[in-house]
């Protein structure tokens, strides 16, 4: 959903996997665009609600939600929880605000989750 290695803001995240998914997704599986829409809404603004129509996708949904939905909690929904407060105690940070990400395109990259 993502094609390059280009460090982005949560928002230019979203704008682009809304984009990708719209060009990719055709029929049955289009049903995906506003599940993952609603999503990403929900991760920036650290809300948690049930997603209307997500039962389908929910595999989907889990294999993305710490690639994509994970670090827009982090950074723009100010997500406190698990070991978040310790993670950002040892960075001397009180949030990861204003953070960008990127996500390497070579498999063999070692990513830190």
Known sequence: ?????QFKSPIQLE???TRNLKT???GENEGLIPVMQNAMKQARTGTEEPIPG?????NVLVK?????LGPMALIDGN???G???EMLDAYELKTLKGSKIMFPQDAAYALVD
Do not use: S
Not at 1 to 5: G, L, P, R, T
Not at 54 to 58: G, K, L, R, S
Not at 64 to 68: H, L
């Open 1 to 5: 959903m993502v094609n390059d290695e």
């Open 15 to 17: 704008r682009e996997i």
């Open 24 to 26: 990719t997704l055709t």
């Open 54 to 58: 997500a039962a389908p996708y929910y």
């Open 64 to 68: 993305y939600g710490g690639e994509y």
């Open 79 to 81: 997500n406190q929880k």
């Open 83 to 85: 070991n978040t407060p």
